[in-house]
């Protein structure tokens, strides 16, 4: 990963919230149009990109609401261009139909979900109860998002430079999934410039003026006989694929008897609990899904395969323990242990559940 | 053993814990180390103490959040009454009893005692308590070297008040010399 150095050789750090570091990779990474309608706890983001969008040449745009923004990510997308929109739960519940249609079309659009409490208006707190929203499919449809979990300011920047990447490679839309710790804390943040972006990389499917070529339609309706099951297989085929981006952070698995699966904020909460028991002689691990769409269940799987077992801790009252389950079905289970969103999490409070799931053989 | 520190400041809202807390996590960066900052947030900042937790550590950090922290800052009463009974055995607490009854200290835990607000007024502005207390804390747990803390200032105080960084280093010096 190509890094700004400083005179003396080490790589130069800016000190900035998650949600700043959410727009620097987004401006690293090329986008170059962003909508948004304002709501807590992401405000960082729209507010830094007003200004350092149009510095960069970029457009900015405050919508009238989240249903409008959705439709001008989705616009932008048509016509090839590197797009964002980011908001937070009620604000995303909003995008859905939006997003349905990018991903039925095959628009690729970056989305960032900073996750608050729920379900409603919920309150301002930390959350990971958009879990099933982002990963199963919020829309209408049977598709699905990349979806990118950071747990660090410094995976906020990388994992939107990323988000980009994997959205105009699939033609998908990406979101990123964080929540209102990741979002609201300060942490040194090495920016780095990714690789010019290619000005062809949309050349072969975008709109723009069908001057001296066949017009091109991007569209979600497939009426004539037939045609709805062939995109469908085709997107089908595509969602496949994207398993070979799964990815996971692995943390003291190899000796561990129980693997805790934790996520995004909850996941560095977690690894602090780990850390506490492994003093203490408790052989626990931690595998970290970084991606929550493609899930790393090949992972957990021959995790399961060499005997461990396995505690899901989230922030919510049990969502991704379902995948988690389904990745390991046949050979072991999951406890849960689910933090209740309006509550403040800390390490402490899984010490006793890692403890009763290392208990129970 | 790795080198871990993380402490929990607080105060009234406008003492300037949260510029103290970025202060000191912006020393702990300069000084080559892993930080994290996080604010109290939500409708708590409306009532009562505002409060930051800061991590410092040179290996990678998990948790932000602390519920029993290693060490504490605390500017007036209500914080003591809110998080002394959180403060780890053994942990050291910075009271600034210009404001905090000292006595209310535990024994179970170090406590350091700077009357902050009256330091700061002798140095022409009570405004720089904060600061202060700051210098007591690097005192008295040795996280990062008063100098870096120092040479910080200016990624916490604007440019328009530049001219006022002189004397908060002043006021960091004080504190610092009177945990001694």
């Known amino acids: 990963m190509p890094h700004n150095t400083t005179d003396t050789g080490t790589p130069e750090r800016i000190f900035i919230k998650g949600n700043e570091a959410i727009a620097h990779g987004a401006l690293a990474a090329g986008c170059r149009c962003y909508f948004g309608y304002p709501i807590t706890p992401q405000n960082d983001i729209p507010e830094m990109m007003s200004y350092a969008l149009p510095d960069a040449g970029g457009e900015f745009v405050q919508a009238e609401s989240e249903v409008a923004s959705a439709n001008m990510l989705l616009g932008a997308a048509a016509a090839g261009i590197r797009a964002l929109t980011s908001s937070s739960s009620p604000g995303i519940s909003l995008m859905q139909e939006a997003i349905s249609y990018m991903a039925g079309s095959e628009l690729p659009g970056v989305i960032v979900n900073m996750n608050r409490g729920g379900p409603g208006l919920g309150d301002i707190g930390p959350s990971q109860g958009d879990y099933f929203q982002s990963v199963k499919g919020g829309g209408h449809g049977d598709y699905k998002l990349l979806v990118l979990a950071p747990a660090t300011c410094q995976e906020c920047y990388d994992m939107m430079v990323q988000a980009f990447d994997l959205a105009f490679k699939y033609r998908n839309p990406v979101m990123v999934l964080g929540d209102a710790i990741v979002g609201q804390m300060k942490e040194p943040v090495t920016p780095w410039k990714p690789a010019a972006v290619a000005g062809t990389e949309a050349a072969d499917w975008r709109l723009e003026g069908a001057k001296g070529r066949k017009p091109r339609l991007l569209k979600s309706l497939f009426l004539e006989d037939g045609a709805l099951a062939g995109q469908n297989r085709h997107l089908q085929a595509k969602y496949a694929a994207m398993q070979a981006e799964a990815r996971a952070e692995s943390f003291l698995t190899d000796d561990a008897e129980l693997i805790v699966v934790a996520y995004g904020s909850i996941g560095r909460i977690a690894k602090s609990a780990i850390r506490k028991l492994r003093a203490q002689g408790h052989k626990v691990g931690l595998v970290r899904p970084q991606t929550l769409f493609p899930f790393p269940g090949p992972l957990l799987r021959g995790l399961a395969e060499q005997g461990k077992r396995f505690l899901t801790i989230e922030h919510n009252c049990g969502q991704m323990v379902e995948d988690v389950r389904l990745s390991i079905r046949g050979i072991v289970d999951s406890a849960f242990y689910g933090h209740m969103p309006g509550e403040m999490p800390g390490s402490d409070d899984f010490l006793a559940p890692i403890l009763d799931a290392m208990g129970g053989k | ?180």
Do not use: W
């Not at chain 2, 949260?18 to 180390?33: D, E, R, T, V």
């Not at chain 2, 500017?75 to 003591?80: D, E, K, T």
């Not at chain 2, 607490?93 to 210009?98: A, E, F, H, I, R």
């Not at chain 2, 406590?111 to 600061?131: E, H, R, S, W």
């Open chain 2, 1 to 180: 053993m790795a080198l871990y520190q993380d402490v929990i400041m607080a105060g009234f809202g406008g003492q300037g814990v949260m510029l103290i807390g970025n202060l000191l996590a912006y020393a702990g960066m300069n000084a080559g180390l892993n930080v994290t900052y996080i604010p109290v947030y939500g409708p708590e900042m409306r009532g009562g103490t505002a409060n930051c937790t800061v991590v410092v550590s040179d290996e990678d950090i998990g948790s932000p959040i602390i519920q029993r922290p290693r060490s504490l800052i605390v500017m007036n009463q209500p914080s003591l009454d809110k998080f002394q009974p959180r403060l780890e055995d053994g942990g050291v607490q910075v009271l600034n009893t210009s404001l905090v009854d000292a006595s209310q200290a535990e024994a179970r835990v170090r406590t350091v005692c700077v009357p902050a607000n009256d330091i700061a007024d002798k140095l022409g502005n009570t405004k720089m308590a904060n600061m202060v207390a700051l210098g007591a804390y690097v005192r008295a747990t040795g996280v990062v070297d008063l100098d870096v803390v120092k040479k910080s200032l200016g990624s916490v105080i604007s440019a328009h008040y530049s001219h006022l960084i002189p004397k908060n280093a002043d006021a960091l010096q004080a504190g610092f010399d009177h945990a001694g």
